[in-house]
T-cell receptor, first 114, second 112 residues
């Protein structure tokens, strides 16, 4: 019962480097989300995908790109990392039907940009 | 726009003390409301939810009642344990995209 799986769990980058955070869910959910968590800021939405093939910006999209590769996978890319992107990133998928509204989260990816 | 405000932390309690974490919201209509919990080093997991006014969500001894008249969804537990130490987030469904809008989180530490 994997749920939402994120990789990598930890990453250190230098300013200007690029990387992709991977996320996969095995619950057949349509909607998927990327959030970042910063101290004292709660969680803020970066991008979301309502279904395969669609993506939309959230509250803090600048510096990021996303790809909804298929129904299971939703990746987040940093093209040129900046220290301000040091954060913990969470992927989530949204339950439907009886689970309506509930978000299921991965364990997070801790990114440090030097 | 929609928003959630929850009490600032950290909150430090002794084991078996009563817990209240306040949460108020601003929203159009009556969105579903949630409490999520994040244990150290882990992702967020749903603690409880309420989908309409006057609903009470409950789980693991925690309770919260959806109060539309005061636009509140306060989290309570009668007797906390050390294992309840975590960060608690109040949230609501924010819009047509179905994402959650979170409060800033309240860190709870329970001492033996």
């Amino acid at each position: 019962n994997a749920g939402v799986t994120q990789t990598p769990k930890f990453q250190v980058l230098k300013t200007g480097q690029s990387m992709t955070l991977q996320c996969a869910q095995d619950m057949n959910h349509n909607s998927m989300y990327w959030y970042r968590q910063d101290p004292g800021m709660g969680l803020r939405l970066i991008y979301y995908s309502a279904s395969e093939g669609t993506t939309d910006k959230g509250e803090v999209p600048n510096g990021y790109n996303v790809s909804r590769l298929n129904k299971r996978e939703f990746s987040l890319r940093l093209e040129s990392a900046a220290p301000s992107q040091t954060s913990v990133y969470f992927c989530a998928s949204r339950g439907e039907g009886l689970q309506g509204g509930e978000l299921f989260f991965g364990e997070g990816s801790r990114l440090t940009v030097l | 726009g929609n928003s959630v405000t929850q009490m600032e932390g950290p909150v430090t309690l002794s084991e078996e003390a009563f817990l209240t974490i306040n949460c108020t919201y601003t929203a159009t209509g009556y969105p579903s409301l949630f409490w999520y919990v994040q244990y150290p080093g882990e992702g967020l997991q749903l603690l409880l939810k309420a989908t309409k006014a006057d609903d009470k969500g409950s789980n693991k001894g925690f309770e919260a009642t959806y109060r539309k008249e005061t636009t509140s969804f306060h989290l309570e537990k009668g007797s906390v344990q050390v294992s309840d130490s975590a960060v608690y987030f109040c949230a609501l469904i924010g819009g047509s995209q179905g994402n959650l809008i979170f409060g800033k989180g309240t860190k709870l530490s329970v001492k033996p």
